[in-house]
């Protein structure tokens, strides 16, 4: 059993930076990539931001130049740094992994259960 569990979440004001966090846990043997997407109201579940076992990433342009993924892969964590947040970027945020996990061994896509993020004054 693999499971992701975010935080960080909030209200913030239009302007202003939140910092998620995506830790994961359970019969991991290797994480390949992690993601972040987003789902507003409304609207389909979007990719924020994507980065891989090697440390390469891609954004949504939405986002570019505003948000950063990182991840430690000791920790098994994963992280989106927002700044200069919208209303728009107002979503739920789910982390995601593409995992090697379990017995036998096998390789998982896995989402968490979300954090929401408001942007408003």
């Known amino acids: 059993q693999v499971q992701l569990v975010e935080s960080g979440g909030g209200l913030v004001q239009p302007g202003g930076s939140l910092r998620l966090s995506c830790a994961a846990s359970?019969?991991?043997?290797?994480?390949?990539?992690m993601a972040w997407y987003r789902q507003a109201p409304g609207k389909q579940r979007e990719l924020v931001a994507h980065i891989t076992s090697g440390g390469s990433t891609n954004y949504a342009d939405s986002v570019k130049g505003r948000f950063i993924i990182s991840r430690d892969n000791a920790k098994n964590t994963v992280f989106l740094q927002t700044r200069s947040l919208k209303p728009e970027d107002t979503a739920v945020y789910y982390c995601?992994?593409?995992?090697?996990?379990?017995?036998?061994?096998?390789?998982?896509?896995?989402w968490g259960q979300g954090t929401l993020v408001t942007v408003s004054s």
């Open positions: 359970g019969s991991i043997f290797s994480i390949y990539a």
């Open positions: 995601n992994a593409f995992v090697e996990a379990g017995s036998p061994r096998r390789n998982l896509a896995v």
